[in-house]
């Protein structure tokens, strides 16, 4: 059974950083693309950026492009989601989740595993 766990989330001002991390265990995880999500109340999950699992190709919103950055760690089984100059609007639960296929997903049904979520909260 795999279990992918966040951590990271907080409360932070505008303009200020975070840095989640996600990590699986279970089973590894190496062969499989991984993803972040958001959602915020009243809202639909959406997609936030994920990471090939071979050659590491990165894909992006356009929300968060130029500010957040995915990265994953194969050795720790752990992927990151570095966030800077947060705004307001980027407030809401982050998911992580991981995926086996031939091709990038930015959508949320097409991702297998996911982890509980961490909030993250940008005040004004």
């Known amino acids: 059974q795999v279990q992918l766990v966040e951590s990271g989330g907080g409360l932070v001002q505008a303009g200020g950083s975070l840095r989640l991390s996600c990590a699986a265990s279970?089973?590894?995880?190496?062969?499989?693309?991984w993803g972040w999500f958001r959602q915020a109340p009243g809202n639909e999950r959406e997609f936030v950026a994920t990471?090939?699992?071979?050659?590491?190709?990165?894909y992006y919103a356009d929300s968060v492009k130029g500010r957040f950055t995915i990265s994953r760690d194969n050795a720790k089984s752990t992927v990151y989601l570095q966030m800077n100059r947060l705004k307001p609007e980027d407030t809401a639960g982050y998911y992580c989740?991981?995926?086996?296929?031939?091709?990038?997903?930015?959508?949320?049904?097409?991702?297998?595993?996911w982890g509980q979520g961490t909030q993250v909260t940008v005040s004004s």
């Open positions: 990471i090939r699992w071979s050659g590491g190709l990165t």
């Open positions: 989740a991981a995926r086996w296929g031939s091709r990038y997903s930015l959508v949320s049904y097409e991702y297998d595993y």
């Open positions: 279970g089973r590894t995880l190496n062969m499989y693309d």
